[in-house]
């Protein structure tokens, strides 16, 4: 018999707050995370709003004053993992009866790039260059680099090192990964760390992903792809998945993370389930970097391959979230791919939506994200709705839940997570029935 994998504990920090309890309040109230950028000055961009986590967040609180001060050189990235992983290892009530063999605890993170010292490297690249002779003065600009930048700094831009900071906080000795699959990154971790306690190299897994790309580098790359929204006027509803008004994504920021566990491991110590991870799908298009395959295919395989693995059919999905950017070509072609493995036989697909259309894009924090929410819905039999949906779009038709949370017998949900480069990560997630 497969080992059934649970979730015992979640926690996450977002646009919309800190725990969990308040941003699932505020989902169903449909509040937008959107405001005007403060991490710098992006009065210059085509883009001058994002969706950033607030002044609601400080890591002290979470995690204590003595642990802050530790991992006062972490990344913003990694401070939102350390804090979402704190609580979610609360939430599992680990803190007060910890594992007891901690080598069979890991950690496998989606977790993104630290940001860049963008001003020193930049200073450096500008002190050094010599405009006559149309050159890089290396001498120069190493001297300048040597001053300006910061060694912690540097070293907090490696993906990995949220990993290390909660593996170190909270004392996890097991397997340790990292993912970086773009915007599908925290689902395929998720996925990738049910298959390692299926096949026994842990019994608990630190799970999920963080990342902030709201810096000037991130920001500047975005705009180049014209992925992201430029509706300055109107930055409250400019994320509108699956309307025809729809001009790109929002930028968001975060860390979202689950305990999980085996059924075994939890029933022994009589722990709180939250739900079952049921099943995982990984697929790539070998298509494009930039655009999803203009069939669907990857998607289409991803979300086969999940529900066959949780030994389920289409039919049984009773929700879907989304991965839902508000960008034409994903919001278009993720719709195609439901329809056409959904709706064959005349079949209607489930109810859809899309909470990023209140988060924004948190990027590799999205997927994990979204799995929590996917959790709550099946915990109170309501379904988040797809905010600022005003204009149908003939690309575009099917149930969204438009603007208004909606009352559903929930059993089993479905969460996508697309990334850039082609990558394409569902998980299935049902109501724990043992």
């Not at 290892?89 to 910890?98: I, L, Q, S, V």
């Not at 389920?312 to 329809?339: F, V």
């Not at 056409?340 to 209140?358: C, D, Q, R, Y």
Request: a negative charge; charged letters at 20%; aromatic letters at 6%.
């Amino acid at each position: 018999m497969r080992k059934r994998i649970v979730i015992t504990g979640m926690g996450w920090i977002t646009p919309l707050g800190c725990e969990i309890e308040q941003v699932w309040k505020r989902l169903l109230a449909g509040d937008s995370g959107m405001a005007p950028t403060t991490h710098f000055d992006a009065s210059k961009f085509p883009t001058t709003f994002s969706s950033q986590v607030k002044d609601d967040f400080d890591l002290a609180k979470i995690v204590g004053d003595d642990a802050a001060k530790r991992h006062a050189t972490a990344s913003l990235n990694s401070r939102f993992a350390l804090g979402a992983a704190t609580n979610a290892w609360r939430c599992a009530g680990f803190d007060t009866a910890p594992p007891s063999d901690m080598t069979r605890v890991g950690i496998y993170l989606g977790g993104g790039e630290g940001p860049l010292d963008f001003f020193a490297c930049a200073a450096a690249a500008v002190c050094g260059w010599e405009a006559e002779e149309r050159k890089l003065n290396t001498v120069t600009w190493a001297k300048v680099a040597r001053e300006r930048l910061n060694d912690m700094r540097e070293i907090e831009q490696e993906p990995n090192q949220a990993a290390s900071h909660i593996a170190c906080h909270l004392g996890v000795r097991g397997p340790s990964m990292n993912t970086l699959t773009a915007c599908a990154a925290s689902t395929q971790a998720i996925g990738e760390a049910m298959c390692i306690i299926r096949r026994g190299d842990a019994d608990v897994m630190i799970s999920g992903g963080t990342h902030s790309m709201i810096h000037p580098l991130g920001v500047t790359g975005f705009n180049r792809l014209t992925a992201l929204s430029t509706r300055n006027d109107d930055y409250a509803t400019a994320s509108r998945p699956f309307d025809r008004t729809r001009d790109g994504f929002v930028l968001g920021e975060g860390a979202a993370m689950v305990v999980l566990e085996s059924l075994e491991h939890a029933q022994a110590r009589g722990a709180t389930i939250l739900a079952e991870v049921a099943g995982y799908g990984s697929t790539a298009d070998a298509f494009r970097i930039t655009d999803i395959h203009e069939d669907g295919r990857g998607a289409i395989a991803a979300m086969k391959q999940a529900i066959e693995d949780a030994g389920l059919t289409p039919s049984d999905i009773d929700y879907i979230n989304a991965h839902g950017t508000s960008t034409e070509e994903n919001d278009k072609i993720e719709t195609l791919a439901i329809r056409k493995l959904f709706t064959e036989g005349g079949k209607t697909a489930p109810p859809i939506s899309s909470v990023k259309s209140m988060l924004g894009h948190l990027i590799a924090a999205a997927g994990a994200t979204e799995l929590i929410t996917c959790v709550l819905a099946l915990r109170d039999g309501i379904i988040p709705p797809t905010m600022h949906y005003q204009n149908p779009d003939p690309n575009c038709e099917l149930d969204y839940v438009p603007n208004e949370p909606r009352k559903a017998d929930l059993k089993t949900a479905l969460s996508n997570s697309f990334g850039f480069g082609g990558q394409n990560d569902t998980l299935v997630v049902r109501k724990f029935v043992a």
